[in-house]
């Protein structure tokens, strides 16, 4: 054999030995390296960014485009008997925001004038019937918060929980203006709920890795914020000192927004018609319209009702047999299942516990949520 073809032959068997070794010598850098447990977090800190940037790219790519209608509009007529409310006036409903124009983010100051109750009414409006409570966050007796099932301290994780609870006994316990059922929660025993959570300024449940459906976040000066994470990046729950992550996304500046799968939304109980509840804010930015329908809807029909009723952001919270709504301890709307989180809001009739106004003032003064190594894992 002549040397030239020696050579050749010899190369293939070079290259791979060099490759080889090469592999060897980086494996042993990185095992050396991941031994070090803060370098592994910094790692995986930047691959959830990246892997984060990837499904907001994606998602702003499917955004652009026109959503797609889901059913077409269906409003199905409920067979349940609904409360009469106790001699609370009719609200008229706010004008549909004409041509809105992006707002900043404002400084809500609660008002030093009368406090007022709650208000509370009945609406029809685009064909579909509901109750609207209105969350004047000037007012200066009016709190949101969040309650759990079983008075628990922390909400329902893959790991820890503390099951569900039928809404009368949450209604009961929280002695509160009003309560409505609050955000999605898995069917299975450990019942977890969706998202991220804040109340009062504390972490009701975190972890690093959220990144799913819409949150409604209040701000240091009553400051409201709708992010969609998979379109906007994550919101900062640390600023928040009330925070609910639910969704779809119904209204977004003014106009009909939905892209229900980009969200992270596949169940065709939330993608189909049925009973809904949604929460959003007019352009003002200085209440919170929280909305109970008591008919059967698409989630196109939903976002039409919002907008008209002058939501400049809004989103789906959970529905179905969840739906549940108490005003002044009396059950309008009661759920079809016990419930493992609500909405609870108190008013100058039906005050805050001194702990909870304690923790806002405290927020305002520069306090911030920081998760409890103890108890969040991740």
């Given at each position: 054999m002549s040397k030239r073809k020696q050579s050749e032959g010899c190369r293939p068997m070079l290259r791979r030995s060099f490759l080889f070794l090469t592999g060897i010598a980086l494996a042993r850098v990185a095992a050396d390296y991941f031994a070090i447990a803060q370098n592994r977090d910094s790692f995986l800190t930047l691959a959830g960014q990246l892997w984060q940037k990837s499904l907001a790219f994606l998602s702003s790519l499917q955004s652009n485009q026109t959503p797609q209608p889901l059913p077409n509009n269906p409003i199905v007529k409920s067979a349940k008997t609904n409360q009469p409310l106790l001699s609370n006036p009719i609200v008229k409903s706010p004008e549909s925001s004409r041509a809105a124009q992006p707002s900043q983010p404002q400084i809500i100051r609660r008002s030093a004038k009368q406090a007022k109750p709650v208000q509370l009414s009945r609406q029809n409006v685009a064909g579909a019937s509901f109750y609207l409570t209105t969350i004047d966050l000037a007012d200066p007796e009016i709190y949101i918060t969040i309650g759990l099932a079983n008075n628990a301290d922390f909400a329902n994780t893959s790991k820890v929980t503390r099951g569900d609870e039928p809404f009368e006994n949450m209604v009961a316990r929280y002695r509160a203006a009003v309560v409505a059922n609050g955000t999605f929660f898995g069917k299975d025993e450990q019942k977890s709920v969706l998202g991220n959570m804040v109340a009062a300024g504390k972490f009701l449940k975190y972890s690093r890795w959220e990144n799913y459906g819409t949150t409604l976040g209040i701000k240091a000066g009553n400051q409201l914020e709708m992010v969609t994470a998979r379109t906007?990046?994550?919101?900062?729950?640390?600023?928040?000192?009330?925070?609910?992550?639910?969704?779809p996304r119904l209204v977004k500046g003014g106009k009909v927004w939905l892209s229900p799968l980009s969200e992270g939304f596949k169940d065709s109980h939330v993608l189909g018609v049925g009973s809904r509840t949604a929460i959003g804010f007019p352009a003002s930015r200085d209440k919170l319209f929280l909305v109970?329908?008591?008919?059967?809807?698409?989630?196109?029909?939903?976002?039409?009702?919002?907008?008209?009723?002058?939501?400049?952001?809004?989103m789906n919270l959970d529905g179905g047999a969840s739906v549940?709504?108490?005003?002044?301890?009396?059950?309008?709307?009661p759920p079809g299942r016990n419930l493992t989180n609500v909405l609870v809001v108190y008013d100058r009739e039906y005050p805050a516990p001194a702990q909870l106004k304690e923790s806002w003032e405290r927020f305002q003064k520069g306090a911030r949520p920081t998760p409890d190594k103890s108890v969040f894992f991740d």
């Amino acid at each position: 054999m002549s040397k030239r073809k020696q050579s050749e032959g010899c190369r293939p068997m070079l290259r791979r030995s060099f490759l080889f070794l090469t592999g060897i010598a980086l494996a042993r850098v990185a095992a050396d390296y991941f031994a070090i447990a803060q370098n592994r977090d910094s790692f995986l800190t930047l691959a959830g960014q990246l892997w984060q940037k990837s499904l907001a790219f994606l998602s702003s790519l499917q955004s652009n485009q026109t959503p797609q209608p889901l059913p077409n509009n269906p409003i199905v007529k409920s067979a349940k008997t609904n409360q009469p409310l106790l001699s609370n006036p009719i609200v008229k409903s706010p004008e549909s925001s004409r041509a809105a124009q992006p707002s900043q983010p404002q400084i809500i100051r609660r008002s030093a004038k009368q406090a007022k109750p709650v208000q509370l009414s009945r609406q029809n409006v685009a064909g579909a019937s509901f109750y609207l409570t209105t969350i004047d966050l000037a007012d200066p007796e009016i709190y949101i918060t969040i309650g759990l099932a079983n008075n628990a301290d922390f909400a329902n994780t893959s790991k820890v929980t503390r099951g569900d609870e039928p809404f009368e006994n949450m209604v009961a316990r929280y002695r509160a203006a009003v309560v409505a059922n609050g955000t999605f929660f898995g069917k299975d025993e450990q019942k977890s709920v969706l998202g991220n959570m804040v109340a009062a300024g504390k972490f009701l449940k975190y972890s690093r890795w959220e990144n799913y459906g819409t949150t409604l976040g209040i701000k240091a000066g009553n400051q409201l914020e709708m992010v969609t994470a998979r379109t906007e990046g994550k919101p900062d729950w640390s600023q928040h000192w009330f925070s609910l992550t639910c969704g779809p996304r119904l209204v977004k500046g003014g106009k009909v927004w939905l892209s229900p799968l980009s969200e992270g939304f596949k169940d065709s109980h939330v993608l189909g018609v049925g009973s809904r509840t949604a929460i959003g804010f007019p352009a003002s930015r200085d209440k919170l319209f929280l909305v109970t329908f008591f008919d059967s809807l698409s989630l196109e029909a939903e976002a039409k009702v919002m907008q008209a009723i002058g939501c400049f952001e809004a989103m789906n919270l959970d529905g179905g047999a969840s739906v549940g709504l108490a005003h002044q301890g009396q059950i309008l709307l009661p759920p079809g299942r016990n419930l493992t989180n609500v909405l609870v809001v108190y008013d100058r009739e039906y005050p805050a516990p001194a702990q909870l106004k304690e923790s806002w003032e405290r927020f305002q003064k520069g306090a911030r949520p920081t998760p409890d190594k103890s108890v969040f894992f991740d």
